[in-house]
C-alpha cells in the first residue's frame, strides 16, 4: 500500500526558510520520478518541483525557481523542499507526489501546511 507522510510546515513570516519532508514507503521509491504540488485556500492544485529517479534532474515552477531546492535520500525513502525566501504566496498544504510536472499521482496524503505572513 503506498503511503507518504510529508512534515516541516509551519507559520513563518516573509523572508524565512523551511525545509520540508516527505518519507515514502509501499512503492519502490528509487524507481520513481517525485513531485511537490501545492493548494493554495480557494485555488487548484499546482505543480511545484519535480527530480528524477536518481536525483540528477531537477525542475521548478518560475515563481520558485532560485528559491526553492528539491533533493532525495533513496536510501532513506525520504523527498525534500527547502524552501528559501518564503512568500505570501507560498502559502499553501503541500504535499509529496509519484511524476513529473507533466503527468503527477494526484495526492491523498494530509500533506503539511505553511503559511507565510507578517
Known amino acids: 500500500q503506498v503511503h507518504v507522510a510529508e512534515s516541516g510546515g509551519g507559520v513563518v513570516q516573509p523572508g524565512d526558510s523551511l525545509r520540508l519532508s516527505c518519507v515514502a514507503s509501499?512503492?519502490?521509491?528509487?524507481?520513481?520520478?517525485m513531485s511537490w504540488v501545492r493548494q493554495a485556500p480557494g485555488k487548484g492544485l499546482e505543480w511545484v518541483s519535480h527530480i528524477s529517479d536518481g536525483g540528477l534532474i531537477t525542475k521548478y515552477r518560475d515563481t520558485v525557481r532560485g528559491r526553492f531546492t528539491i533533493s532525495r535520500d533513496n536510501a532513506k525513502n525520504t523527498l525534500y523542499l527547502q524552501m528559501n525566501s518564503l512568500e505570501p504566496e507560498d502559502t499553501a498544504v503541500y504535499y509529496c507526489?509519484?511524476?513529473?510536472?507533466?503527468?503527477?499521482?494526484?495526492?491523498r496524503s494530509q500533506g503539511t501546511q505553511v503559511t507565510v505572513s507578517s
Open positions: 507526489v509519484q511524476g513529473t510536472s507533466g503527468s503527477y499521482v494526484d495526492p
Open positions: 509501499g512503492f519502490t521509491f528509487s524507481s520513481k520520478p
